[in-house]
């Protein structure tokens, strides 16, 4: 039997951390909002409404840029210590793509890289079983 593809995913609304899981690597990707403190200055100067369409497509794009890697995995982890996580978990149980992945959420605090990569480590050898 195949072992299942996991992969951990710590984010907040700017910045999210791949981590994928196998037991020989844990490799790491970066994705980054591209709604930048600057945008929303500019174009809050101009009008709150149009910073609020700009900020929505742009968020967008960032939890599609994360779902596209998403696509490629059997088993997800979502954790972080904001609501972005549960933006994005709502934004995929709502698609019938990623129906047949397993996704789970975890609220964390805030974590430094090495952190998050035992608590992805530790998070999926909880169902690994010594044989």
């Known amino acids: 039997m195949k072992s299942p593809k996991k992969l951990g995913i710590w984010m907040d609304h700017s910045n999210a951390l791949l981590f994928n899981f196998d037991s020989v690597a844990n490799n790491k990707k970066v994705i980054a909002s591209d709604?930048?403190?600057?945008?929303?200055?500019?174009t809050l100067q101009r009008s709150e409404s149009e910073m609020h369409n700009k900020q929505n497509h742009k968020t967008t794009s960032y939890y599609n840029k994360i779902a596209n890697e998403i696509k490629k995995f059997d088993e997800v982890l979502l954790f972080g210590p904001t609501d972005a996580k549960l933006e994005l978990f709502h934004i995929l149980k709502d698609d019938h793509k990623f129906s047949k992945i397993k996704i789970e959420c975890k609220t964390t605090d805030?974590?430094?890289?090495?952190?998050?990569?035992k608590f992805v480590q530790n998070y999926f050898r909880r169902f690994e079983f010594a044989m």
């Open 35 to 42: 709604f930048s403190l600057k945008d929303k200055h500019e």
């Open 110 to 117: 805030k974590m430094s890289e090495k952190e998050q990569s």
